[in-house]
């Protein structure tokens, strides 16, 4: 497989991906992978992301809390 975007194979976007992120977040990949994230095969490695991005609420925000994308609408104020 490649990336649709750009074509870079999988392994490479894996390799991107893990080295673009904070350290605790390789750290914690690296132990879901008993130390072996970045040995892993492309479709492990993206199905043990998508697991611990699904099972973990913390995962992605450094203060804990989930974001919400959207709109925010807000009164106006006279000043």
């Not at 914690?28 to 699904?54: D, H």
Request: net charge negative.
């Amino acid at each position: 497989m490649r990336c649709p975007s750009h074509g870079l194979e999988d392994w490479n976007v894996i390799s991107i991906f893990f080295n673009g992120i904070r350290r605790q977040y390789r750290d914690a990949l690296n132990n879901a992978s008993r130390n072996g994230f970045t040995r892993m095969e492309a479709p492990e490695a993206y199905e043990l992301v998508e697991k611990i991005c699904s099972e973990d609420t913390e995962w992605g925000s450094e203060t804990g809390i989930r974001r919400r994308g959207g709109l925010h609408e807000i009164d106006r104020v006279e000043v």
